[in-house]
């Protein structure tokens, strides 16, 4: 089934689909090794077009998946976010992630985006749950989870892409 995740505006950002034209902000961040410092190594650049690539495959499969987060001031892109359809486990579920630039950190946009996210999945996508899945030593995005009202349920590794991968799983 297709949804339509249309844009959402907050009172900072716009949250909106990913575009062809932002494959170079998707690899500048996601290739940054200090957006991955609560887990390993960034990806390449060739990785984070797959990524990219499969994000927007997720779209036009699904209607949803990740989006660009702008400032609403600027139009500047400061980071991405959202959820898309994941299996973890045998589970489909809806991962809820985000990952900004550094220098939009410590504002609460993760807050921001997350939280009209969540109540546009659980609206439109009740029968499936919505999981924050985090490196154990992420207390950032430990504190997103408690304050969005997730809790954790299940603490300990997943087999992705063939490896054991640490994780803490929450679920509202």
């Known amino acids: 089934m297709i949804h339509t995740l249309r844009d959402i505006r907050t009172e900072r950002l716009l949250l909106r689909r990913i575009r062809e034209d932002d494959l170079s902000a998707v690899i500048e961040i996601q290739t940054d090794p200090a957006t991955h410092e609560h887990g390993g190594p960034p990806p390449s650049e060739e990785e984070a077009r797959t990524l990219f690539a499969e994000w927007r495959r997720q ?75 985090t490196n154990p030593g992420n207390t950032p995005a430990r504190r997103v989870a408690d304050k969005l009202g997730f809790r954790l349920y299940r603490e300990g590794p997943y087999r992705e892409g063939g490896k054991d991968v640490p994780a803490v799983f929450y679920r509202k």
Do not use: D, Q
């Not at 998946?65 to 400032?71: A, Q």
């Not at 991405?80 to 359809?85: I, Q, S, T």
């Not at 985000?98 to 996210?117: K, V």
């Not at 996508?125 to 924050?132: E, K, M, Q, R, W």
């Open 59 to 133: 779209w036009a499969e699904h209607g949803l998946g990740y989006w660009m987060v702008e400032e609403s001031a600027s139009g500047t892109v400061i980071g991405l976010g959202g959820v898309r359809y994941k299996e973890i486990e045998g589970e489909t579920i809806l991962n809820l992630a985000y990952r900004f630039r550094p220098s939009a950190w410590g504002n609460g946009y993760a807050m921001e985006m997350a939280a009209p996210t969540v109540e546009w999945a659980e609206r439109e996508l009740a029968g499936t749950p919505v999981v924050i899945v």
